[in-house]
Nanobody, 116 residues
Framework: QVQLVESGGGLVRAGGSLRLSCAAS????????MGWYRQAPGKQRELVAT???????NYADSVKGRFTISIDNAKSTVYLQMNSLKPEDTAVYYC??????????WGQGTQVTVSS
């Protein structure tokens, strides 16, 4: 099994910044991809950004140029730097990891609230 511990959510005013962190532990020898998804009230969970172990990234169009995802392979930790936050970024943000031969796992979620 794999455990994910998220941190860094909170309340911020529009235009502000937050940094999310997610540390993976357990059976994580072959992490392939880590990433962040979010779910706003009444909406489906959506991709925010993903990054492979080799550093290839993928972003939702709505966050390109504002969010940056990075990975520290030695610490099995993924980060999401969120700048120029907008009220529409308000959601619960979930960490996600895909481990080869083990499966996919989700964090418990961290609330991000952006006030106007």
């Amino acid at each position: 099994q794999v455990q994910l511990v998220e941190s860094g959510g909170g309340l911020v005013r529009a235009g502000g910044s937050l940094r999310l962190s997610c540390a993976a532990s357990g059976n994580i020898v072959s992490i392939n991809t880590m990433g962040w998804y979010r779910q706003a009230p009444g909406k489906q969970r959506e991709l925010v950004a993903t990054i492979t172990r080799t550093g290839s990234t993928n972003y939702a169009d709505s966050v390109k140029g504002r969010f940056t995802i990075s990975i520290d392979n030695a610490k099995s930790t993924v980060y999401l730097q969120m700048n120029s936050l907008k009220p529409e970024d308000t959601a619960v943000y979930y960490c996600h990891v895909y481990v080869i031969f083990v499966g996919t796992f989700w964090g418990q979620g961290t609330q991000v609230t952006v006030s106007s």
